[in-house]
């Protein structure tokens, strides 16, 4: 991992403060984004069997739009596009390829993801935030196919992912290929996790329309990042991401959601289950 300037991550965390989200541009080398490809494979080749079917038909998430077949390992929670599976929930392609999402404890079962989570850099920035207790408490692998309708509405982290105070967590972004326009960029809504405080979680009411409108796409910035960038984003900042259109492209990414044990506790939901924190000295 490139040792970054302190100038460059206090700058990006000045930012993140303020608007809600930054970028770190150069966080991963051309290798290390390898090093999580090649963890990820070797992973899918110990535990999905591509003779067999998946475990389980459908799962809604990110909505009821986009239900995705899911297979479930141990610890982990692996979806498939629907598009990917046959009537006989056997998948049409590759593993590789046709994932979507694998989680959430990879900060305690992938060595490369231990490895960011316990970096210089991780650690300047907590310090810069000023974090007594920092710990993180969920990760994921996300991929979206150019022949997937897979995308993010607009939402708000702590809506689902909950800390008491709510909103006191946020996520480290790091994409493993180029996040373009095309392909289904991150979009942000500066400042709205100041405009916008999370008053009801999902805890409280199955509808995020209770803490704010449906917001117009003006009121989004789009944030294209080459490979190995990352993005910090509060959460409760406002975002979502359009469909993948960059025809036989697969957009990939990393997620490490953090959070200050020393000034928060967290709660369970059938989105994020109690996980096991990653504490960062």
Not at 101 to 119: I, P, Q, Y
Not at 127 to 145: D, H, M
Not at 161 to 178: K, M, N, Q, R
Request: charged share 25%; glycine share 4%; proline share 4%.
């Amino acid at each position: 991992m490139p040792h970054l300037p302190d100038s460059i991550l206090k700058n990006a965390v000045t930012t993140y403060l303020r608007k809600g989200f930054a970028v770190v541009p150069n966080f991963l080398t051309k290798l290390e984004i390898t090093a999580f490809n090649d963890e990820c494979k070797t992973f899918l080749d110990k535990v999905i069997d591509e003779k067999r079917p998946l475990t389980k038909l459908k799962i809604d998430f990110p909505d009821k739009l986009t239900a995705m077949h899911a297979e479930y390992v141990k610890d982990y929670q692996i979806l498939f596009q629907p598009n990917a599976v046959d009537e006989k929930n056997l998948l049409k392609i590759s593993k590789y390829d046709a994932l979507s999402f694998l989680g959430m404890e990879l900060h305690h079962k992938f060595d490369n993801f231990r490895k960011v989570a316990l970096s210089y850099e991780v650690k300047s920035i907590f310090k810069a935030l000023g974090y007594q207790q920092p710990a993180i408490f969920a990760s994921t692998i996300v991929q979206k196919r150019s022949k997937d309708k897979f995308k993010f509405k607009q939402h708000q982290d702590a809506f689902y992912e909950i800390t008491e105070p709510v909103g006191t967590a946020g996520t480290f972004w790091i994409a493993l290929t180029d996040s373009s326009v095309e392909s289904g960029c991150l979009e942000y809504v500066p400042e709205s996790h100041i405009l916008y405080p999370v008053k009801k979680t999902i805890l409280e009411s199955k509808d995020e329309s209770v803490n704010y409108k449906e917001l117009p796409d003006s009121a989004f910035e789009k944030v294209p990042v080459e490979a190995g960038s990352m993005v910090i984003h509060n959460a409760m900042t406002i975002h979502r991401s359009a469909e993948n259109k960059k025809s036989g492209f697969i957009r990939r990414s990393i997620g490490l959601v953090f959070y200050d044990k020393k000034m928060a506790k967290r709660k369970s939901t059938n989105i994020v289950h109690m996980t096991r924190d990653l504490m960062v000295y």
